[in-house]
Nanobody, 124 residues
C-alpha cells in the first residue's frame, strides 16, 4: 500500500523559511514522480512543484526562485525547501504520487496517492 506522510509545516513570518518533507512507502523508487500541491480554503488544489525521476524538477511560476524540491532515495523522502515565504503562500500543502509513471506535466487527476496535508501559515 502506498503511503505518503508530510511533515514540516508551521507558522513563520514573511521572509522566513520552512522545509516540508514527504516520506513515501509502498512503491518502487525507480520510475516515479512526487508532486507538491497546496490548497487555499474553498479553492481547488494547485500544483506547486514536482520531482520526476525521468524529467527532473518543475515549479509553478509563483514559487520559482523561492522554493526548491529535492529527493533522498535512501530515505524515500522528497523535500520542499520554501524560502522568502509570503503571506500568500499560506495554505495546506500536500504531497502526491501517481499510480504509475513519472510525468509531472499531467493534471491533478494523475496523482492518486495523497498525504494528509500539512498547514503552512505565513504571517505578515
Amino acid at each position: 500500500e502506498v503511503q505518503l506522510v508530510e511533515s514540516g509545516g508551521g507558522l513563520v513570518q514573511a521572509g522566513g523559511s520552512l522545509r516540508l518533507s514527504c516520506a513515501a512507502s509502498g512503491f518502487i523508487f525507480d520510475d516515479y514522480a512526487i508532486g507538491w500541491f497546496r490548497q487555499y480554503p474553498g479553492k481547488e488544489r494547485e500544483g506547486v512543484s514536482c520531482f520526476s525521476s525521468i524529467d527532473g524538477t518543475s515549479y509553478a511560476n509563483s514559487v520559482k526562485g523561492r522554493f526548491t524540491i529535492s529527493h533522498d532515495n535512501a530515505k524515500n523522502t522528497v523535500y520542499l525547501q520554501m524560502n522568502s515565504l509570503k503571506p500568500e503562500d499560506t495554505a495546506v500543502y500536500y504531497c502526491a504520487a501517481p499510480a504509475y509513471g513519472s510525468d509531472c506535466r499531467k493534471g491533478l487527476n494523475y496523482f492518486v496517492y495523497w498525504g494528509q496535508g500539512t498547514q503552512v501559515t505565513v504571517s505578515s
